[in-house]
């Protein structure tokens, strides 16, 4: 069984903090993809990291694959209220093939 | 921008009856998916679809359910019998091609059973 744990489930913190969001597997993936997850609405893309080491940062936002291509980390700097929300890993092991969702972590962020 | 498109938003149906799930991916983009999300837990991997077949379908996917494109754009979600369990948000996904490309989700669709 090919997992993915997410890790923490929940965070709750003040604004201006900084945070990091965990994805862990013992598998390897071709590719691994954050998205953001509102109330009763679908995924939406952050990002797509492909290469072993990658690091891709969207303003406040710094995603990182690690070398192995195993696990993967989200990292927030001064989190804003706008921030709040639910964030999903997803990990591709093939081409054109399933992806394989965490578990989701729930941030909400106090003024 | 390009999106994919789900309909209904909300289905509600009785235990035992059929229901048509439909998604309009994006217009280029040549695998399609299925998953579902059951209130509060992950989402699951339904099948996915390639050259007008199924190319992988998770324990899941039984026989109650089977997917078709039925012409140029749609992709259709079929559960023939549907049961108490089967109530989540079904999301349908398109990529453009193979290898490293990003799924792209739509909205869903809510589908309650009674």
């Known amino acids: 069984t090919q997992l993915l744990e997410q890790s923490p489930q929940f965070l709750s913190i003040q604004e201006g903090e900084n945070l990091t969001v965990y994805c862990n597997s013992s598998s390897v993936f071709s590719s691994l993809q954050w998205y953001r997850q509102e109330p009763g609405e679908g995924p939406v893309l952050l990002v797509t990291v492909v290469t072993g080491g990658e690091v891709k940062k969207l303003k406040r936002l710094t995603f990182q694959f690690g070398d192995a291509r195993k696990d993967s980390s989200l990292h927030i700097t001064a989190a804003q209220p706008g921030d709040t929300g639910l964030y999903l890993c997803?990990?591709?092991?093939?081409?054109?093939?399933?992806?394989?969702f965490g578990q989701g972590t729930e941030l909400s962020v106090k003024p | 921008e390009p999106e994919v498109t789900q309909t209904p938003s909300h289905q509600v149906t009785q235990m035992g009856q059929e229901v048509i799930l439909r998604c309009v991916p994006i217009s280029n983009h040549l695998y399609f998916y299925w998953y579902r999300q059951i209130l509060g837990q992950k989402v699951e991997f339904l099948v996915s679809?390639?050259?007008?077949?199924?190319?992988?379908k998770s324990e899941i996917f039984d026989d109650q359910f089977s997917v078709e494109r039925p012409d140029g754009s749609n992709f259709t979600l079929k559960i023939r019998s549907t049961k108490l369990e089967d109530s989540a948000m079904y999301f349908c996904a398109s990529t453009a091609s193979g290898g490293t490309d990003t799924q792209y989700f739509g909205p869903g669709t809510r589908l309650t059973v009674l």
């Open positions: 679809f390639y050259n007008n077949e199924i190319s992988e």
């Open positions: 997803a990990g591709e092991r093939n081409q054109g093939g399933k992806l394989i």
